[in-house]
């Protein structure tokens, strides 16, 4: 017979366990809603974090609270029954979601758990001249090189406060210049470009970042 005490203690850390993923289902539909604008393409996690979260929230709280059902246990047996076939669906239904797009740490990212796949160049590497960087029409404007120290969260802060993007393109340009290596972002003159550049370069060394940006042009 399992001690009151070490039940309520395995009840409220299943409490706060539910607690902790209902949280992190929140941020994950944040999160995709944030970077794709729509649901549809990751409401996977979501919905496996709400799951688990709606099971842990009820089991902690009657283990915490010592209320266990008619039967004696926490569910019926028919209940645990459904539960493991449940548990079991979740798991096979996001092996193969992985296995088809090739992408196994995909439900980690999410979350935030994982690192997402990223490329680094030089800093004195160009872009202009290098395939699949080049946006179409672009005469002039700012160069941004990835790196392994500045963090996401000001790259984002710097392209909506200097560069005069929405949180949206500035969050989806932060992500491509992490997956891709750098970008190349179109300016209307390049005297404009050069003012950017230079406050960018002057904010990130202010924080003590190693940012690399700055104006090019093809003229």
């Known amino acids: 017979m399992v001690p009151t005490y070490i039940v309520r203690i395995i009840g ?31 409401v996977l996690v ?56 090739g992408q196994y740490p995909f439900l980690l990212l999410a979350v935030g758990f994982a690192p997402m796949p990223s490329h680094l160049f030089q800093p004195d590497t160009s872009l202009i001249t290098m395939p699949g960087f080049l946006p179409e029409g672009f005469r002039c404007g700012i160069e941004i090189l990835n790196d392994d120290r500045t963090p996401m969260e000001f790259v984002v802060s710097i392209l909506e ?29 390049f005297e404009q470009s050069k003012h950017v550049a230079e406050l960018i370069v002057t904010e990130a060394r202010t924080k003590n970042h190693r940012l690399v940006c700055r104006a090019v042009s093809l003229e």
């Open 161 to 189: 406060s200097l560069a005069g993007l929405s949180k949206l393109q500035a969050t989806r340009t932060m992500l491509a210049i992490h997956k891709k290596g750098g970008i190349l972002l179109p300016m209307q003159s």
């Open 46 to 101: 979501p919905v496996i974090l709400g799951l688990i979260s709606a099971f842990c929230l009820p089991v902690g709280c009657r283990l915490l609270f010592n209320r266990p059902a008619a039967n004696g246990s926490i569910l019926s047996p028919l209940g645990w029954r459904v539960l493991a076939i449940t548990f079991y669906a979740i798991c096979i239904a996001s092996i193969a979601a992985a296995a088809s797009k």
């Open 12 to 42: 409220g850390v299943l409490l706060l366990f539910g607690i902790a993923l209902a949280i992190l289902a929140i941020l994950a539909v944040e999160r995709q809603l944030t970077v794709h604008g729509t649901l549809m393409t990751g």
